[in-house]
């Protein structure tokens, strides 16, 4: 692309665009706030804690917004991808931990430990998903409803199922050696498995915006998302993109599961339930459908929640709750939402 | 006498409980642009969208190029080598022009990439845009956006459904004068309200009342037959 097309082209789509610089200084600026309160250092430690739990739920709210801005399903099966995510990984973790590469491991086996949990997370998240789109979400297609009922009710058999394979009791994650422990960086404490955090979260972010703005697959879901009987008619089997999305939104809740076992350092069932309420709560303030809102929504989400859980513990969960509903009444269709 | 590209035999096809077509009778010669014609809810968009297989028939045969296809999904289809320029410009708003058009792309190949150069000198404007949102051109612009995107591929048959509605008549011209260039490389079928843009299209026409055919001939014809165009387009 040449420097005169690229300009033209910001010119036209000005206004645009300034509104969304606006809506991301105005999102990402009032998270300076907390400094007037809180001094420096605590503030900075907040913060990586804060964005490496924004990542995390990014991780499972992505998903969810991609599957219901495409498909405009409400899967509430989302937390049970997750905990399977989460449990699939602890599994893997014991058995990677009686070769030695867990505690007491090297870098390099650290790592390949920790990739090797997120793709089994994958795959298990994957594969649930496309049996649960094939033989149950297909048939609800057009009703909430019926979409909430079936998702809500195959999320309760899944995770009495993992009850029944694993075990209805905490369990405790050991991180691989490398992740353990932190650094310090002049008085500010950073755990060294939240860098790793932000870091999947980043890449993940990457690879959506990748797949979404730069190829064939990411034009026709975006086409989806906003007119699926034009895409049918140009000759795409929008079934078998449904099916692909909630496929892969299955996985990215089942990986952002293994992530949140090995930053929290244990597991129990209904750890998938917790999380999809902070997921749900990103993806209205992000606005259904939008993979950048999602993330906004997140490092939000994560951020107020550290800041508030250091100043006043108990409102944590309430000022997520608060930062939706003045989201909603200043834009009903979430920071990013279509109008 | 040569095979007919498209033909409906006996089509009735229900929206919910309304019994819209109730045997339509249709068949199409390749090369030969055809208008359909009729008043408002006469049933020809609903004739389109059941042959893409978006409001399938109920019962009747439909035939493409010697297959039948009234039991396809509109993808299936579409990959039979149909286009299909919907109702109301039914561009992607989100989606750049060039996106548009990469998403009709079947086959983004060296032959997609040089037909473009043939669309670019038929539609200036998509070269100009190529970069913009789809969101920001004006309402021409979209239905040209809507047919030269049905256009990309080389397929056998166009259909178009009511490209002049709410465009002004300068721009309606301008349509006019490219879909019948396009109509020198595919067979078009059109449906239209405005007589002008049909008569200026089409060779053969079809009129279709009450979700039946009830005429059929050479535009040439229809032109004159002052009686026939009182009686079922309200023309006087």
Same mark, same amino acid.
């Not at chain 2, 819209?20 to 049933?43: C, E, H, K, W, Y």
């Given at each position: 692309?040449?420097?005169?097309?690229?300009?033209?082209?910001?010119?036209?789509?000005?206004?645009?665009?300034?509104?969304?610089? =606006?809506?991301?200084?105005?999102?990402?600026?009032?998270?300076?706030?907390?400094?007037?309160? &809180?001094?420096?250092?605590?503030?900075?430690?907040?913060?990586?804690?804060?964005?490496?739990?924004? +990542?995390?739920?990014?991780?499972?709210?992505?998903?969810?917004?991609?599957?219901?801005?495409?498909?405009?399903?409400?899967? @509430?099966?989302?937390?049970?991808?997750?905990?399977?995510?989460?449990?699939?990984?602890?599994?893997?973790?014991?058995?990677?931990?009686?070769?030695?590469?867990?505690?007491?491991?090297?870098?390099?086996?650290?790592?390949?430990? /920790?990739?090797?949990?997120?793709?089994?997370?994958? !795959?298990?998240?994957?594969?649930?998903? %496309?049996?649960?789109?094939?033989?149950?979400?297909?048939?609800?297609?057009?009703?909430?409803?019926?979409?909430?009922?079936?998702?809500?009710?195959?999320?309760?058999?899944?995770?009495?199922?993992?009850?029944?394979?694993?075990?209805?009791?905490?369990?405790?994650?050991?991180?691989?050696?490398?992740?353990?422990?932190?650094? *310090?960086?002049? *008085?500010?404490? %950073?755990?060294?498995?939240?860098?790793?955090?932000?870091?999947?979260?980043?890449?993940?972010?990457?690879?959506?915006?990748?797949?979404?703005?730069?190829?064939?697959?990411?034009?026709?879901?975006?086409?989806?998302? $906003?007119?699926?009987?034009?895409?049918?008619?140009?000759?795409?089997?929008?079934?078998? !993109?449904?099916?692909?999305?909630?496929? =892969?939104?299955?996985?990215?809740?089942?990986?952002?599961?293994? +992530?949140?076992?090995?930053?929290? $350092?244990?597991?129990?069932?209904?750890?998938?339930?917790?999380? @999809?309420?902070? =997921?749900?709560?990103?993806?209205? &303030?992000?606005?259904?459908?939008?993979?950048?809102?999602?993330?906004?929504?997140?490092?939000? /989400?994560?951020?107020?929640?550290?800041?508030?859980?250091?100043? +006043?513990?108990?409102?944590?969960?309430?000022?997520? &709750?608060?930062? +939706?509903?003045?989201?909603?009444?200043?834009?009903?269709?979430?920071?990013?939402?279509?109008? | 006498?040569?095979?007919?590209?498209?033909?409906?035999?006996?089509?009735?096809?229900?929206?919910?409980?309304?019994?819209?077509?109730?045997?339509? *009778?249709?068949?199409?010669?390749?090369?030969?642009?055809?208008?359909?014609?009729?008043?408002?809810?006469?049933?020809?968009?609903?004739?389109?969208?059941?042959?893409?297989?978006?409001?399938?028939?109920?019962?009747?045969?439909?035939?493409?190029?010697?297959?039948?296809?009234?039991?396809?999904?509109?993808?299936?289809?579409?990959?039979?080598?149909?286009?299909?320029?919907?109702? *109301?410009?039914?561009?992607?708003?989100?989606?750049?022009?060039?996106?548009?058009?990469?998403?009709?792309?079947?086959?983004?190949?060296?032959?997609?990439?040089?037909?473009?150069?043939?669309?670019?000198?038929?539609?200036?404007?998509?070269?100009?845009?190529?970069?913009?949102? =789809?969101?920001?051109?004006?309402?021409?612009?979209?239905?040209?956006?809507?047919?030269?995107?049905?256009?990309?591929?080389?397929?056998?048959?166009?259909?178009?459904?009511?490209?002049?509605?709410? @465009?002004?008549?300068?721009?309606?011209?301008?349509?006019?004068?490219?879909?019948?260039?396009?109509?020198?490389?595919?067979?078009?079928?059109? !449906?239209?309200?405005?007589?002008?843009?049909?008569?200026?299209?089409?060779?053969?026409?079809? %009129?279709?009342?009450?979700?039946?055919?009830?005429?059929?001939?050479?535009?040439?014809?229809?032109?004159?037959?002052?009686?026939?165009?009182?009686?079922?387009?309200?023309?006087?």
């Amino acid at each position: 692309m040449t420097t005169q097309t690229a300009t033209a082209g910001l010119q036209e789509q000005g206004g645009t665009d300034f509104k969304k610089v =606006a809506v991301w200084i105005a999102s990402v600026g009032i998270w300076f706030l907390p400094l007037l309160w &809180i001094d420096p250092t605590t503030y900075a430690v907040l913060t990586v804690a804060g964005l490496a739990m924004g +990542m995390l739920i990014f991780l499972t709210a992505s998903g969810l917004t991609l599957i219901f801005g495409l498909m405009d399903v409400l899967n @509430l099966a989302h937390g049970a991808f997750f905990v399977w995510g989460a449990y699939v990984g602890f599994s893997l973790l014991g058995a990677l931990q009686k070769v030695g590469w867990v505690e007491g491991a090297g870098a390099a086996q650290s790592i390949s430990s /920790v990739l090797l949990c997120l793709l089994a997370a994958l !795959v298990v998240g994957g594969l649930m998903g %496309i049996v649960l789109e094939k033989m149950l979400v297909r048939l609800t297609y057009g009703s909430h409803l019926k979409q909430i009922l079936i998702t809500m009710g195959a999320s309760l058999i899944l995770v009495e199922i993992l009850k029944v394979v694993w075990s209805p009791n905490d369990e405790v994650v050991i991180v691989p050696a490398a992740f353990q422990g932190s650094w *310090d960086i002049m *008085d500010v404490i %950073i755990t060294k498995f939240r860098v790793v955090a932000i870091v999947v979260g980043l890449a993940v972010l990457g690879g959506i915006q990748l797949v979404m703005m730069r190829t064939k697959l990411g034009i026709i879901v975006r086409a989806g998302v $906003e007119n699926k009987e034009v895409v049918e008619t140009l000759g795409y089997n929008i079934r078998r !993109v449904f099916t692909g999305v909630f496929c =892969a939104g299955a996985a990215l809740a089942a990986v952002g599961g293994t +992530m949140w076992s090995i930053f929290k $350092e244990q597991i129990h069932p209904a750890m998938g339930e917790e999380n @999809l309420i902070f =997921a749900l709560i990103v993806v209205i &303030i992000g606005g259904m459908g939008s993979v950048t809102g999602s993330f906004l929504g997140a490092i939000m /989400v994560g951020l107020a929640f550290n800041y508030v859980a250091y100043t +006043m513990p108990p409102l944590a969960l309430g000022a997520n &709750i608060m930062i +939706m509903a003045v989201i909603l009444l200043i834009r009903p269709t979430g920071l990013m939402g279509k109008e | 006498m040569a095979e007919p590209i498209l033909s409906l035999t006996k089509v009735h096809t229900y929206i919910e409980q309304h019994h819209i077509l109730q045997g339509v *009778d249709l068949s199409f010669m390749p090369g030969r642009a055809t208008v359909l014609l009729g008043r408002n809810g006469a049933g020809k968009s609903t004739t389109l969208r059941t042959v893409m297989g978006l409001t399938p028939a109920s019962s009747g045969d439909i035939v493409l190029k010697g297959r039948a296809v009234q039991a396809m999904k509109p993808y299936e289809v579409a990959k039979q080598g149909v286009g299909f320029v919907p109702e *109301d410009q039914a561009v992607l708003y989100t989606l750049s022009v060039e996106e548009n058009f990469r998403l009709a792309m079947l086959n983004e190949n060296e032959t997609t990439w040089a037909r473009m150069e043939t669309i670019f000198q038929l539609f200036p404007d998509m070269k100009k845009f190529w970069r913009s949102k =789809a969101g920001v051109l004006s309402g021409g612009q979209k239905q040209m956006l809507a047919i030269a995107r049905a256009f990309v591929n080389d397929h056998d048959l166009l259909l178009i459904d009511e490209p002049s509605k709410g @465009l002004a008549p300068i721009v309606v011209d301008h349509l006019i004068e490219s879909i019948n260039h396009i109509k020198n490389h595919t067979t078009v079928i059109l !449906v239209e309200q405005n007589f002008y843009m049909a008569s200026h299209i089409g060779v053969d026409y079809f %009129i279709l009342d009450d979700g039946r055919t009830v005429h059929q001939g050479l535009m040439a014809d229809l032109v004159h037959d002052e009686g026939l165009k009182q009686k079922y387009l309200g023309i006087a």
